[in-house]
């Protein structure tokens, strides 16, 4: 029962943003394992959009513990998959 008590502490009292999954990482291990990018959830992009319509790309970043650069980054690919597939529709709608 300590554990989840110490866990949240860490949550809420590290010096960068972290989310559960981390905290409980950093009170197992004592680091936060870096792992390899993975691709984001449809629905985590859709959010992304979302949010981005009323929050800067740094409260952004902050929520899901990113960089600023890398919310920029998923924003723009998104609108060039985006726009390539408008394209590719249009051209076989012609």
């Known amino acids: ?3 989840n008590w110490y866990t949240l502490a860490i949550a809420v009292l590290y010096e960068k943003p972290c989310t559960i999954e ?3 990482e ?3 291990k004592g680091n936060v394992v870096k792992k390899s990018p993975k691709s984001r959830s449809k629905e985590d992009i859709e959010d992304i959009l ?4 009323s929050l800067s790309l740094q409260e952004i970043a902050d929520i899901y513990c990113l ?6 980054r998923i924003i ?3 609108k060039q998959k985006k726009s390539c597939y ?9």
């Open 86 to 94: 408008n394209s590719s529709i249009t051209k076989h709608l012609s």
């Open 50 to 53: 979302k949010l981005r319509k």
């Open 22 to 24: 981390q905290a409980f």
């Open 76 to 78: 723009r690919k998104f």
């Open 1 to 3: 029962m300590n554990e």
């Open 67 to 72: 960089s600023k650069s890398t919310v920029c």
């Open 26 to 28: 950093l009170y197992n």
